[in-house]
């Protein structure tokens, strides 16, 4: 996600007459934060939020050691990892630790926020059940053992855009296979035929080396 132009622009009125960002913004901290994680939706050409970066990182990191918990711990972990550049579902813990420190907090709302988050955590927990014993029945480990064993990183990493993310863990994992079989594996000849197998989709196999052979049945199997 990133701001247009014209929505960016509407940051201007937080500079003043010669084009600067007004110094008193950073005596409200949450503001600055805001402002900082805002900078993040910037996008090629968006030169004031460029300019908020800058300006609203430097100021959150001479101010973060005078700053007392909850609101030090928060511009911290927001200056080590923006929001935007985290993985969603770790970021909306952090987000409902961090308001629940706060003296300020609506137990309404936090209460609902947190039950939401242990009850999508339960699933969680219940899809990586599911789909280690998919790999593990799979058994690429012995068959491929050239490939990489990245279940639980194809998973998080789906995980924050879709639910459920089975479907799109199972795929990232077999194209993450079929990396391993063109880069590292596979010989010139070999993949020459194996992809001209996958562009009429040929399911017949019978001429394919034993390592193809193994990633088609596992797709076929997988997805079907």
Same mark, same amino acid.
């Given at each position: 996600?990133?701001?247009?132009?014209?929505?960016?622009?509407?940051?201007?009125?937080?500079?003043?007459?010669?084009?600067?960002?007004?110094?008193?913004?950073?005596?409200?901290?949450?503001?600055?934060?805001?402002?900082?994680?805002?900078?993040?939706?910037?996008?090629?050409?968006?030169?004031?939020?460029?300019?908020?970066?800058?300006?609203?990182?430097?100021?959150?990191?001479?101010?973060?050691?005078? /700053? @007392? *918990?909850? #609101?030090? =711990?928060?511009?911290?972990?927001?200056?080590?990892?923006?929001?935007?550049?985290?993985?969603? %579902?770790?970021?909306?813990?952090?987000?409902?630790?961090?308001?629940?420190?706060?003296?300020?907090?609506?137990?309404?709302?936090?209460?609902?926020?947190?039950?939401?988050?242990?009850?999508?955590?339960?699933?969680?927990?219940?899809?990586?059940?599911?789909?280690?014993?998919?790999?593990?029945?799979?058994?690429?480990?012995?068959?491929?053992?050239?490939?990489?064993?990245?279940?639980?990183?194809?998973?998080?990493?789906?995980?924050?855009?879709?639910?459920?993310?089975?479907?799109?863990?199972?795929?990232?994992? /077999? @194209? *993450?296979? #079929?990396? =391993?079989?063109?880069?590292?594996?596979?010989?010139?000849?070999?993949?020459?035929?194996?992809? %001209?197998?996958?562009?009429?989709?040929?399911?017949?196999?019978?001429?394919?080396?034993?390592?193809?052979?193994?990633?088609?049945?596992?797709?076929?199997?997988?997805?079907?």
């Amino acid at each position: 996600m990133c701001l247009s132009t014209g929505e960016a622009d509407v940051f201007n009125k937080y500079k003043d007459d010669k084009g600067n960002f007004k110094e008193n913004l950073t005596t409200d901290v949450k503001g600055l934060l805001s402002l900082y994680e805002a900078s993040y939706l910037s996008a090629h050409g968006e030169i004031i939020l460029d300019e908020a970066l800058v300006f609203t990182e430097t100021h959150l990191k001479s101010m973060v050691a005078r /700053l @007392v *918990s909850p #609101l030090a =711990d928060q511009v911290t972990h927001a200056l080590n990892r923006p929001a935007h550049g985290g993985i969603v %579902k770790y970021e909306q813990w952090y987000s409902i630790s961090f308001y629940e420190q706060d003296e300020l907090h609506i137990e309404p709302v936090l209460k609902p926020a947190k039950s939401n988050f242990n009850m999508l955590q339960k699933l969680y927990q219940e899809e990586l059940r599911n789909l280690s014993k998919w790999w593990k029945e799979l058994d690429f480990t012995t068959k491929l053992p050239f490939a990489r064993d990245r279940l639980i990183e194809c998973y998080i990493v789906v995980l924050g855009p879709v639910y459920p993310a089975t479907i799109l863990t199972k795929s990232t994992m /077999l @194209v *993450s296979i #079929l990396d =391993d079989i063109y880069d590292v594996h596979g010989t010139i000849e070999e993949l020459e035929q194996f992809t %001209k197998m996958i562009e009429r989709w040929d399911t017949s196999m019978e001429d394919l080396p034993d390592y193809t052979k193994v990633w088609f049945e596992a797709l076929f199997v997988s997805l079907s």
